[in-house]
């Protein structure tokens, strides 16, 4: 690994370094920024109305089927890594909320990819595989969802296999910066990624349609390179003009042709593409059934959404190998409020210097705690954080109550894991 002396910013799937600045992340990586469409979402969740889902690509589309009541799907993979904590808690909020909303909802635990990148044998990727299912059963995941395990799905193996003919090796370099000595699983897993996300669409799952996936902000390459490949496995694809759409054909001309035959649009037609003029979702949504007809997957580029990393109790980032600097959702209540007991606050140094000074909730891990899962109502937040600005209260106290409330938590879920496991049956878990 590089140093990084300055602190920079360093964000991709293997890596997430110095002090994330999100605004930055939001145009350098060319997302949209979650402000921009939170009135147009019904009911926004309380990590959207937060910022704290930040960043987004083509969520319009997921809006307008929320809307229009047409099909559409929330898509998100767990890698196996160690036991449940409140980060993958807060994904898994993310797609069960999307199944209230009235999406179909797939949730893939992504064992090839422990396998590679952990190291994890398959025995040991599906136990700990299991605790994630039980925990976003227990979270309360509604049974009509697709559950499965990436190496027991011939569906997601099979599209990762034709996707991966779209892809070489100096595109895996430049996006994922691998080397010569990459080995090939390691190459091939982001593809496997790929078909997690496109998989929803295929014609088992009832065909094209919107698909959000809920991710960190770190897995944005995968979304990049999937969106594009959505394109690159369909016979046509899309580029908007002004008036309508520009559609290629990357299979060759004798399917524009066919298309231009049978477009009810006006049109021009060039030797390589073909402008369409009109509404331009009418035109791509009647050019994806003619595809359909011709045998074609006729993909839609999945949308996505960005939420916040977890900072770490004890100050920097969280770690799998320091079980003090996260809360684990298997942790006994009685250790976990321990943890919070001893994290790093954005308190002054004497209680004095807090009663005038009050203290610094955007820098106090606790308080990030508050926000990310402990209060949804923003009122109560807000009192949580004027409180503390205001020096009305010290953090042993603040600390106190929030100890309290992840111990109620983790008392009722641990519950929860209990039933969950006695209702494995009623799922659909492909492992
Ligand atoms: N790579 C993701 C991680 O590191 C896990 C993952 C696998 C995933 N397949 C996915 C995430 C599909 C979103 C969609 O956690
Ligand atoms: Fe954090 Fe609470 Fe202390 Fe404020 S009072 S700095 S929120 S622990």
């Given at each position: 690994m590089q140093k990084n002396e300055n602190n920079d910013m360093i964000v991709t799937p293997w890596e997430v370094e110095g002090v994330i600045d999100y605004a930055k992340l939001i145009k350098e990586f060319g997302m949209q920024s979650i402000s921009d469409i939170l009135h147009d979402i019904p009911e926004p969740n309380w990590l959207m109305r937060r910022g704290i889902v930040f960043g987004h690509r083509d969520y319009q589309r997921i809006v307008n089927a929320m809307k229009n009541k047409t099909p559409w799907a929330v898509m998100s993979g767990f890698m196996p890594s160690g036991l449940p904590h409140f980060g993958h808690k807060m994904t898994m909020d993310e797609i069960i909320w999307h199944?209230?909303?009235?999406?179909?909802?797939?949730?893939?635990?992504?064992?090839?990819?422990?396998?590679?990148?952990?190291?994890?044998s398959w025995e040991k990727a599906k136990e700990i595989g299991m605790e994630y299912v039980k925990t976003i059963i227990a979270l309360g995941l509604k049974e009509d969802a697709i559950i499965y395990f990436q190496s027991a799905s011939t569906i997601v193996k099979d599209l990762a296999f034709e996707l991966a003919a779209e892809v070489n090796f100096s595109e895996l370099k430049a996006i994922y910066g691998f080397m010569p000595e990459t080995n090939l699983a390691k190459m091939f897993v982001t593809s496997i990624q790929a078909a997690d996300i496109l998989h929803p669409q295929l014609k088992a799952f009832g065909g094209p349609k919107p698909v959000v996936v809920p991710v960190g902000a770190d897995q944005d390459p995968h979304i990049r390179l999937t969106r594009d490949l959505a394109s690159r496995a369909s016979i046509f694809s899309f580029e908007r003009l002004k008036e309508g759409v520009r559609i290629r054909s990357r299979k060759g001309i004798e399917y524009l042709q066919r298309l231009s035959g049978e477009l009810d649009f006006d049109k021009i037609i060039y030797e390589e593409h073909i402008d369409v003029f009109g509404d331009p979702e009418e035109i791509e949504e009647?050019?994806?059934?003619?595809?359909?007809?011709?045998?074609?997957?006729?993909?839609i580029p999945p949308s996505s959404t960005y939420?916040?990393?977890?900072?770490?109790?004890?100050?920097?980032?969280?770690?799998s190998s320091k079980p003090e600097s996260f809360i684990s959702l298997m942790d006994s209540p009685e250790?976990?409020?321990?943890?919070?007991i001893k994290a790093v606050t954005g308190g002054r140094v004497t209680a004095e210097e807090q009663r005038e000074l009050g203290g610094e909730p955007e820098k106090c891990a606790v308080f990030e705690f508050y926000n990310f899962?402990?209060?949804?109502?923003?009122?109560?937040?807000?009192e949580i954080e004027s409180e503390c600005k205001e020096g009305r209260i010290l953090c042993g106290q603040c600390k106190k109550r929030a100890a309290e409330m992840i111990s109620n938590f983790l008392k009722e879920h641990q519950e929860k894991m209990k039933e969950a496991e006695s209702k494995l049956d009623l799922y659909n878990i492909v492992v």
């Open positions: 199944q209230q909303m009235g999406g179909k909802a797939f949730v893939g635990i992504a064992d090839m990819e422990s396998f590679v990148v952990r190291g994890f009647n050019t994806r059934k003619i595809e359909l007809e011709l045998g074609g997957k006729a993909l939420h916040r990393f977890i900072s770490g109790l004890t100050g920097g980032k969280m770690s250790d976990a409020s321990s943890k919070i899962h402990l209060v949804k109502e923003d009122k109560e937040l807000r």
